[in-house]
């Protein structure tokens, strides 16, 4: 069975820091990029990075500066998002992301995603 499990969401002050793990069962995670997206309330889901099998990160508009980093461990069979100078307008569930293939979606579409984990809230908030 795929599963996807997110940890290390939590409340925050603006200008900390959060590191969200992700941890990839149920299939052969060396095959498939993997990917972040949030979701705020009252709005739509969106991407925010991915990495493909290669280890290639693609960050999408939804990050206008260069605050997030995203990675992926092999042995580990987990992805990571390191979120840095987080703002108010970063609060959200941010979920983890299977894509459907090796490759990320340069659209960042939900379409190209097959599996989804649980979420996790990040809350930035003095």
């Known amino acids: 069975q795929v599963q996807l499990v997110e940890s290390g969401g939590g409340l925050v002050q603006p200008g900390n820091s959060l590191r969200l793990s992700c941890a990839a069962t149920?299939?052969?995670?060396?095959?498939?990029?993997m990917g972040w997206f949030r979701q705020a309330p009252g709005k739509e889901r969106e991407a925010v990075a991915c990495?493909?099998?290669?280890?290639?990160?693609?960050y999408y508009p939804t990050i206008t500066e260069d605050r997030f980093t995203v990675a992926r461990d092999y042995d580990k069979n987990s992805v990571y998002l390191q979120l840095n100078a987080l703002i108010p307008e970063d609060t959200a569930i941010y979920y983890c992301?299977?894509?459907?293939?090796?490759?990320?979606?340069?659209?960042?579409?939900?379409?190209?995603?097959?599996?989804w984990g649980q979420g996790t809230q990040v809350t930035v908030s003095s």
């Open positions: 992301a299977k894509f459907n293939g090796r490759y990320c979606s340069i659209r960042g579409s939900t379409d190209a995603i097959d599996t």
């Open positions: 149920g299939f052969n995670f060396a095959n498939f990029a």
């Open positions: 990495i493909n099998t290669g280890g290639y990160p693609l």
